[in-house]
């Protein structure tokens, strides 16, 4: 078991736009970032299993580091999928796609993911050394904003500690998510 630790605002918590795609631009998409991902020498799909059909319905995919317009036009320009691809750059996040069930419409959402994907998955006992470090209470499930923790990261005394508790592998991975919390005011580190 683990916990992920990642940077939310408050539109994470309000209801995430869709759009709803066909098998063919499921098709044309992953193509796509295939190619760019080799022209731009980046992994743009993950995970990308081309031989597992379950996990080509439900993937998440890097967009920032491409043109709207050339991933918009794979879509036929349908306005919900430019949206989606929209708010995901903008964001500085990630799209994900899934399928419920086996028959299910295909959907296109902006993903949880950072668009570099700079969460921190940990095991249980890190990321409570990590929490105790930080002088937060070790709890499976938690956030603070963004500034808060800045604060004590920036208090050489709660990176002694953090180091004391073992978890000092994490400062400079926990410091660059952090940096990518400047986009609302709202940005929050959240845990679970």
Known sequence: MSIVFRITTSADHQERQT????ARQLAAFREFLRGQGERLDMTLLDPDFAEDDYLSYRFEARVCPLALASIARIFDYQTDVITVLDEAQFRGRRVSVYRE???GPI???VGLTSDLGLELDLAYQNAFALLEGLGLR???VGEIPVDNVRARLADPAIRRSVEAQGAAPYLSRLDRLIATGDLDDSSRLEWA
């Open 19 to 22: 759009a709803v795609i066909n």
């Open 101 to 103: 069930g086996d028959t």
């Open 107 to 109: 959907t296109l959402s």
């Open 138 to 140: 070790p709890e499976s």
